[in-house]
């Protein structure tokens, strides 16, 4: 370490070896919960089958989850970043103070990355904040709880900020050859989105209130929002998307922020939805995956920001009761919506090319090009394909898919908006800085980039949470959000028991749309809540402490 310390390559390219341990968002998580029902789930040795059959242990959980079990990488990344900031403090390197501060805030801003992602999955976990020597004695570790591992994240996102701005300081800015690196932008998202989960019921144990989630989501929405970040409102050319909102899911994000200024934290590659998540009419596709499911489609307000849907009849969610305030009109029901639904779903008669309305046309129903299966894992499950990130133009030789980002600018403004009607009301004024804001104008500004209305003043709380609620569960479609969302807010068994789809015959011109539910699914219980901890591990720390980590409900 010495010798790696003392030079500056050599220094740089261990600040280098610390990233790349979050794991990358991917649309496959989805599958796992409420979005959708993916095309392989009657494929026998497919991790759906498993997961939709509740068939998982802890120590097949790996083999079935939407991202493996993450829990080995990151404590990998964590050691490389203590390694890092203990060893910064004494090196002999020659550079200036200015940039090993930003070294060192950027480690500090990765741990917290780090730990952010395994609390998310595996709740309080052990804290290591320094490297340990072959000769540490691991029967004195213990497993921190949640809420202390928020407050160490907050510090070290805190270390980090505390360190100058600036061109040479840890900055806001993305520079050349800088892509992908800790910004202050993402210390604060980090620190907006772990007090968020504190403060949520899952882990609220009265160490982080919804004030103290609304003091610190403020001030994090406040400092980006002076530093330029915007939410993406460019219109797109004709034949590329609908809106900014669909063009944003489509353009990269390494631009140096020139014109992407939404984007905090992009963190994944770009994706395949023309091959992975494609329809059979896509040449060289290889299966449908993630089909959006019925449920999905009917959170989708209409343009005029009215719920098309307020309940079902019965428990299988068959019979829909309309709202008559909406215009939602059950035997043509792709018509005035959301415009983020047309920007994520295709779903029958919905045009591909858009430069081309006249031209082909997406055909869900049974015996359509692109028709409705309960067998084949290149067509749609549900009646509906995956439209969002994906560009009508992609295929074998054009891969011009999008791709998502772990932090955006609208998380900020939903994270606040979340904190504060549940602090201080969907109405009442909070103030960071040069900002003020209430709860309802956050969320509002979030919906009037899609083009959607505001949300209306003096809700209730109740009301609110309900609207808000499915506001994140519309602007974050496929993102990964839902997925953890359902978990923190304690309604796993509300949302995953069971999936509907669209299924719709053609007579003629006729068309007829009838609602079926596919069969129930176990994986809501509680220990679904979180990941199991990987069991080998597990059985080490039993060993050397002679006490059980494992989370609830997954002792085998």
């Known amino acids: 370490m010495e010798q790696v310390f003392s030079d500056y390559n050599r220094t740089r390219g261990y600040l280098n070896s610390c990233y790349g341990y979050c794991p990358a968002p991917n649309t496959d998580r989805a599958s796992f919960g409420d979005e959708s029902q993916d095309a392989d789930d009657n494929?026998?040795?497919?991790?759906?089958?498993?997961?939709?059959?509740?068939?998982?242990?802890?120590?097949?959980?790996?083999?079935?989850?939407?991202?493996?079990?993450?829990?080995?990488?990151?404590?990998?990344?964590?050691?490389?970043?203590?390694?890092?900031?203990?060893?910064?403090?004494?090196?002999?390197?020659?550079?200036?103070?200015?940039?090993k501060g930003a070294w060192t805030a950027q480690a500090h801003t990765l741990r917290a990355l780090y730990y952010l992602q395994l609390i998310k999955r595996y709740g309080g976990v052990p804290l290591i904040d320094k490297p340990l020597g072959v000769d540490y004695d691991y029967s004195k570790d213990k497993k921190a709880t949640f809420s202390e591992v928020v407050k160490f994240i907050l510090a070290d996102c805190d270390k980090a900020l505390s360190y100058p701005a600036g061109r040479d300081g840890f900055s806001w800015d993305i520079y050349d050859n800088q892509y992908g690196i800790m910004t202050r932008a993402i210390a604060y998202a980090i620190k907006s989105e772990s007090v968020t989960y504190a403060a949520s019921p899952l882990w609220a144990d009265g160490t982080y209130s919804w004030a103290d989630a609304t003091s610190i989501n403020i001030e994090a929405l406040a400092q980006c929002l002076a530093n330029d970040y915007k939410l993406f409102t460019q219109i797109p050319a004709a034949d590329v998307a609908q809106n900014a909102y669909a063009y944003y899911n489509l353009i990269g994000s390494n631009d140096q922020r020139s014109t992407d200024k939404e984007t905090i934290f992009h963190g994944g590659g770009k994706l395949q939805i023309w091959k992975l998540a494609g329809m059979p009419t896509n040449p060289g596709m290889e299966k449908t995956g993630p089909s959006p499911t019925q449920d999905l489609v009917d959170s989708y307000e209409m343009a005029n920001g009215e719920a098309p849907i307020i309940g079902y009849s019965g428990t299988d969610n068959l019979v829909a009761t309309v709202n008559p305030a909406s215009g939602y009109d059950p035997g043509n029901p792709y018509i005035g919506r959301d415009p983020r639904f047309y920007a994520s779903i295709y779903y029958n008669g919905a045009v591909r090319n858009l430069n081309d309305p006249n031209g082909k046309k997406v055909e869900t129903f049974v015996g359509g090009l692109e028709g409705i299966s309960g067998t084949e894992r290149t067509r749609t499950r549900t009646g509906y394909y995956l439209r969002k990130f994906n560009n009508y133009k992609s295929g074998i030789s054009n891969d011009a898919d999008g791709s998502i980002r772990i932090f955006r600018l609208a998380e900020l403004y939903l994270n606040f908006a979340e904190s504060a009607y549940q602090s201080a009301g969907p109405d009442a004024a909070v103030s960071s800085g040069t900002l003020t804001l209430s709860a309802r104008e956050a969320v509002s500004a979030v919906r009037a980039r899609a083009g959607m209305p505001a949300f209306p003043a003096g809700m209730s709380k109740e009301a609110f949470e309900k609207k808000y609620r499915n506001e994140r569960r519309i602007e974050f479609a496929f993102e990964g959000h839902r997925f953890f969302d359902v978990r923190r807010w304690k309604i796993l068994d509300q949302t995953d028991k069971f999936v509907t789809g669209m299924r719709i015959t053609k007579e003629g011109s006729n068309l007829t749309f009838s609602r079926f539910k596919f069969a129930n699914r176990n994986a809501w219980s509680n220990k679904y809540l979180l990941y199991p901890i990987d069991q080998a591990e597990v059985d080490k720390m039993i060993n050397l402490t002679g006490q059980n980590w494992q989370n609830p409900g997954w002792l085998d």
């Open 43 to 99: 494929v026998v040795s497919s991790r759906y089958a498993a997961w939709y059959g509740g068939s998982i242990t802890s120590s097949s959980y790996a083999q079935y989850s939407a991202d493996g079990s993450p829990w080995g990488k990151l404590y990998e990344g964590i050691r490389k970043c203590n390694v890092f900031i203990e060893n910064i403090k004494t090196a002999t390197v020659f550079a200036t103070e200015a940039e």
